[in-house]
Each structure stands twice: as structure tokens, then as C-alpha cells.
């Protein structure tokens, strides 16, 4: 484990570009965690990202195109961890882009939206994804979102039963009320950080490690 902190342990040079002028801002982190958010288009995975990262719910949010990046750095337990959130589009358009996005994932969050059945009759399919293309020990959490809007259309313990049989976390969320859209990502961070240090591995918790150290190491 000794060994595994010290890789994960860096000193990053993060590059901004303000008005033409590059500055480099050094960072401190122990751990840095990739959450790839996937899911139907229109289902809030931006607004989520956005409420997370900033604070806001942006009006008028557009589609998004492709893959957008966001970066958070979080701490628990005194420790520092970066969170790398890719949010992806939910055009069916760009599914061939998206899906070179899960491979290196260490926590893919499935979004639909309570308000909208398609976005939940199309899980399987999205799992399907999943099952294909990450890896098997990823973490998978199902989210529920628009939970402030009225016309609900897939009840609390339907989403809740079908997170039970896929084994993945469960939370319901408003991008827009602000409801546990900052639960959602710090619980993420726990259990990653959880994984990590997890005692007594099993061969799956060591392919979890080798996950985590390759893409530590690329960085
Ligand atoms: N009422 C309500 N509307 C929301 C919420 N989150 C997002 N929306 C709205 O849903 C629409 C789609 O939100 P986006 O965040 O762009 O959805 P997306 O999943 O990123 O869509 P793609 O980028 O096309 O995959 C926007 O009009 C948002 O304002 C929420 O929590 N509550
Ligand atoms: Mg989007």
C-alpha cells in the first residue's frame, strides 16, 4: 500500500491559459479519481457536472458535443483528491467518441431522468455499454435526476430496485434544486478512496489497483 501511495502522490503543473498568458499553478493531491458521466441526451449529466463544479445551474445549457472535461479537487479524511469529470454527449451521434472515455474510468454515474420513462426504458442498453467497454470493477452508480419537477414518471423504488439488481449505487438528484448533486460526487470520492486502501484484496480489488496505477501513471 506504502508503495501505491507514493505513486499516487504528485506534484502537478497545471497549465491556464488567461487572455494569451500561460500561468502554471502547482498542485497538491493524493489521489486523482476519473467519473465519466453517460446517459440519454437531455437528462442533465452537464447541469449535474456544472451545479458540482461551479455552483450553477446554467440556463439555456446547449447539447453537449463530444466529451467536455472538468476538474474538481475535493477532500476527505484530509486528504486531497482530484476529480477528472468527463461528461459525455448523449446523442446516439456520438457514442463511437464517448465510449473511448470508459475503459480508464473509475466510476461511470448512469443518468435518466425521473421525469422521462424512455431515458429509463434505455438503461439496459446502457449497461449493455458498460458491460463492453469498462472496466468490470468500475464503480456504477445510477442517478435519478429532476427530482424537483412534478410530473415524476418512474417512482423512487423502481429506479431504486433496478440499481439493486445491476449492483450499482442508487442516489436521486437536482441539478437545478442543488439536492445531492455534492453527495453524489463526495461519495464517490469516499468509496474510490475506500477501494483503495480496501485490506485483504481480492484478485478483483488488485485489478481495481492496476486500473487505478495505469491511469495514475499516464497522467
Ligand atoms: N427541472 C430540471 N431540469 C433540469 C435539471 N437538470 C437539467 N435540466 C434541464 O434539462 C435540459 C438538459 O440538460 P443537460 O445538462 O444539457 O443534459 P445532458 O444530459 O447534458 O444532455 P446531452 O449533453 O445532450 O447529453 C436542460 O434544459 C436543463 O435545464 C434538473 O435537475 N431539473
Ligand atoms: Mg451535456
Aim: hydrophobic share 40%; charged share 25%; aromatic share 10%.
Amino acid at each position: 500500500m506504502a508503495t501505491y501511495v507514493a505513486v499516487a502522490h504528485m506534484n502537478e503543473v497545471t497549465q491556464f491559459v488567461i487572455g494569451g498568458i500561460i500561468k502554471h499553478q502547482m498542485e497538491d493531491y493524493k489521489f486523482l479519481f476519473k467519473v465519466v458521466l453517460v446517459g440519454n441526451a437531455g437528462v442533465g449529466k452537464t447541469c449535474l457536472v456544472r451545479r458540482f463544479t461551479q455552483g450553477l445551474f446554467p440556463p439555456g445549457q446547449g447539447a453537449t458535443i463530444g466529451v467536455d472535461f472538468m476538474i474538481k479537487t475535493v477532500e476527505i479524511d484530509n486528504e486531497k483528491i482530484k476529480l477528472q469529470i468527463w461528461d459525455t454527449a448523449g446523442q446516439e451521434r456520438f457514442r463511437s467518441i464517448t465510449q473511448s472515455y470508459y475503459r480508464s474510468a473509475h466510476a461511470l454515474i448512469l443518468v435518466y431522468d425521473i421525469s422521462c420513462q424512455p431515458t429509463f426504458d434505455c438503461l439496459p442498453d446502457w449497461l449493455r455499454e458498460i458491460e463492453e467497454y469498462a472496466s468490470s470493477k468500475v464503480l456504477r452508480v445510477l442517478v435519478g435526476n429532476k427530482i424537483d419537477r412534478e410530473d415524476r414518471e418512474i417512482p423512487t423504488h423502481v429506479g431504486e430496485e433496478f440499481a439493486q439488481r445491476h449492483s450499482m449505487y442508487y442516489l436521486e438528484t437536482s441539478a437545478k434544486e442543488a439536492e445531492n448533486v455534492e453527495k453524489l460526487f463526495m461519495e464517490i470520492a469516499a468509496e474510490l478512496m475506500e477501494k483503495v486502501f480496501q485490506p485483504g484484496r481480492s484478485e478483483g480489488s488488485r485489478e481495481w489497483k492496476i486500473l487505478c496505477k495505469k491511469f495514475l501513471d499516464i497522467q
